[in-house]
């Protein structure tokens, strides 16, 4: 598992938006936005889902 720097920690933590990279089982690239971005503990970052309103 590769640590997270606190210097990334402190980043994260303090940007409002963060942008996300996924890619699918093709390959394809999926980049967006996320405002729901933290890290916990040094080695793990979390991204929380809070759903909108119906």
Known sequence: MIEIIADVETI???????FVATANEGGTPNLSPKTSLTVTWRSLLLRYRIPGPY
């Not at 994260?12 to 963060?18: E, Y």
């Open 12 to 18: 994260t933590k303090q940007a409002i938006l963060s």
